[in-house]
């Protein structure tokens, strides 16, 4: 996904920016109002994300510029405002979904997710991970030589997950906090089994084992 980010505190806008990039999105970050603008009259987005109190107008006022010259490209508030009415300005000035700082980076995938699949934005049912290896994301498969092996749901969510990061080592660590919720039991040894089960499948030379850091996915 092409998406514009507006958010005028520099440590976030660098956070969300790398995160979003980390998950395959071209970002195109900005810092004001007048920047944003600029942006969104010369190109198209697939997505907008808005925080509203920036510099010259606020993001509330730039999206309703947006909508009463027939821009519908869909857009998330990120905000620090939580108020009832806050939500409501949001809404009535066209947003499509609202997000409260602070939040988990993983809380914004999930709404960023819902976002394509409610409006069939850049949804791949295929991934190919090298010349013999097709990771199904319908199915939760992988076709490997032709040949289509099951996965279970949680071989599937870390093999994407690594997928999704593959330009960085990922910590046992990192998968139990991205890919399992606060209520799962879960502990190093579990990891280390579903990647063993993903490197019988996959080869072992598709998962590298970096020693002391984690695990890199070799594509």
Known sequence: ???????????LNEILEEHLSNQNHKIITSFSYDEAIKHLYSQTFDLL???????????????????????????????????????????DSGCDDYIKKPFELKELDLRINNIKRLFNIDINKEIQLNKKIVLD??????????IWQNLTKKEFEILL???????????????????????????DSTIRTYIKNLRKLLGDEMILNIRGAGYRLNI
């Open 1 to 11: 996904m092409k998406i514009l980010l507006l958010e005028d505190d520099l440590i």
């Open 49 to 91: 994300l808005l925080d509203v109190n920036v510099p010259n107008k606020n993001g509330f006022e730039l999206l309703k510029e947006l909508r009463k010259n027939s821009i519908k490209t869909p857009a998330i508030f990120i905000t620090s405002l939580n108020m009832v009415e806050d939500m409501q300005k949001g809404f």
């Open 137 to 146: 994301i319908e199915k939760q498969q992988i076709i490997k030589d032709d």
């Open 161 to 187: 997950y690594l997928y999704n990061n593959r330009a960085k080592t990922i910590s046992i660590d990192e998968i139990i906090n991205n890919v399992y919720s606060y209520e799962d039991s879960i502990n």
